[in-house]
DNA sequence: TCCTTATGTACAA
DNA sequence: TGTACCTAAGGAC
């Protein structure tokens, strides 16, 4: 699931059931052993999201600095606790609840002085606040690389990922392999707004929905569908299947390594 | 039981 | 550009 939108509603959920209560901390697969042991007992302060990094704030300045990479799951749960498995990295216990990590990339304790570096290496985030939209838009119109992978880059904005990527730009029309520099600051504009609403009904959801409701299949006049990674969208992961405004088959091209999808009759712009 | 796949990133060459 | 890493589910046998 860790797109932005994921991470966002991570921070909510484990703000929910764990700050202000004494915590037992623990890495019962081992590789979070220590930094496990000097948290045990602490309170979970705050937790905060940039992009697809999560930070939970346990006493004055110190954080786990969590990331899902591909693989990563979090699970949420009431107590008491089950007997945890042996591939959970993290576990968070309390009177009322338990969290567990798996299978992330990075799970690690950090100083306040390694988050802001973080911070620092990231884009702007359409779901924080103090993001400044000019700031990403500098970066892309400047650029050559074409707007498909400058929305991957987390450098340029972060939390975007392949779902979020491959719809917004269906939904403006946008060729994905148009250069950056060639993106105006209008269609910036509409594609940074977008992206705010879509990822904050994403945290609200807890999962990615884009179609519009008057191309929802009962709009379309056709047979309801299901969408194999929990939401309803436009062409992530739809290739040879039929666009679902103009029937045209979505394709499918590797770039940067990742699945591209795009329908090459509506996004002609 | 094995193989493929995945909403991600870092590093080597 | 290729490869390594982390996990689990689904499908092919």
């Known amino acids: 699931m860790p797109e932005g939108?994921?991470?966002?509603r991570l921070a909510q959920d484990y703000a929910t059931r764990f700050t202000g209560t004494p915590t037992r901390v623990t890495?019962?697969?081992g590789k979070f052993t220590d930094a496990a042991a000097l948290l045990t007992g602490a309170e979970l302060t705050r937790t905060e999201a940039h992009g697809k990094h999560l930070f939970l704030g346990f006493r004055a300045a110190d954080w786990i600095h969590i990331h899902?990479?591909?693989?990563g799951k979090v699970t949420f749960g009431d107590a008491p606790a089950p007997p945890p498995t042996d591939t959970v990295?993290?576990?968070?216990?309390?009177?009322?609840?338990?969290?567990?990590?798996?299978?992330p990339t990075t799970c690690a304790l950090v100083t306040d002085a390694e988050k802001q570096a973080i911070h620092d290496r990231l884009g702007p985030d359409p779901l924080r606040p103090d993001a400044d939209p000019a700031a990403a838009y500098a970066r892309v119109s400047r650029s050559r690389t074409t707007i498909a992978?400058?929305?991957?880059?987390?450098k340029v904005i972060a939390g975007v990922g392949n779902v979020y990527r491959a719809e917004v730009l269906f939904r403006h029309g946008i060729d994905p392999y148009r250069a950056g520099r060639d993106i105006t600051p209008a269609?910036?504009?509409?594609i940074w707004t977008d992206?705010?609403?879509?990822?904050?009904e994403g945290v609200r959801n807890n999962r990615i929905d884009t179609v519009r409701p008057e191309h929802t299949p009962h709009a379309m006049g056709r047979p309801p569908r299901v969408d194999d990674h929990g939401g309803e969208v436009y062409?992530?992961?739809?290739?040879?299947?039929?666009?679902?405004?103009?029937?045209?088959?979505?394709?499918?091209?590797?770039?940067?390594?990742?699945?591209?999808?795009?329908c090459p009759t509506c996004q002609n712009r």
């Open 5 to 8: 939108h994921t991470i966002h």
């Open 27 to 29: 890495s019962p697969q």
């Open 68 to 71: 899902l990479g591909l693989f």
């Open 89 to 103: 990295r993290l576990r968070l216990a309390n009177a009322t609840s338990y969290v567990d990590l798996r299978g």
């Open 149 to 154: 992978a400058l929305l991957m880059d987390q």
């Open 187 to 190: 269609e910036w504009d509409a």
């Open 195 to 200: 992206l705010v609403a879509l990822m904050r």
């Open 235 to 262: 062409v992530y992961r739809r290739a040879t299947l039929p666009c679902h405004v103009c029937t045209t088959e979505i394709r499918t091209a590797d770039l940067a390594a990742r699945n591209l999808f795009w």
